[in-house]
């Protein structure tokens, strides 16, 4: 069974890049057809899907936050990472990464693995 467990510095000031490491087990990031992502949950709000990056290496954005996001792998360690530039308070969430189903890299519909999410906050 596919497992994936998220890592980040709990803190972030304003203005400095975050950083995030998905660490995936039970399954290769670079199966045939597999996608990876990041998701997001400000409190009291909604899910928000962040990035994705396929098998292949093909990348996928939420226009929202392409600016100042990027998606990467690193297949020898089977694990896939997020940096998000410039944060703000507004960028306060827990961050999830999962994994799309239904070969839906862009702003997918459903998931079938999730880490357990890491709290970011944003603040000075």
């Known amino acids: 069974q596919v497992q994936l467990q998220e890592s980040g510095p709990g803190q972030v000031k304003p203005s400095q890049t975050l950083s995030l490491t998905c660490t995936v087990s039970g399954g290769s990031i670079t199966a045939s057809n597999s996608a990876w992502s990041w998701v997001r949950q400000p409190p009291e709000k909604g899910l928000e899907w962040m990035a994705t990056?396929?098998?292949?290496?093909?990348?996928y954005y939420n226009p929202s936050l392409k600016s100042r996001t990027s998606i990467s792998k690193d297949t020898s360690k089977n694990q896939f990472s997020l940096q998000l530039s410039s944060v703000t308070p507004e960028d306060t969430a827990v961050y999830y990464c999962?994994?799309?189903?239904?070969?839906?890299?862009?702003?997918?519909?459903?998931?079938?693995?999730w880490g357990q999410g890491t709290q970011i906050t944003v603040s000075s």
């Open positions: 999962a994994r799309p189903v239904n070969r839906s890299p862009y702003f997918p519909a459903k998931y079938d693995y």
């Open positions: 990056i396929t098998y292949n290496g093909f990348t």
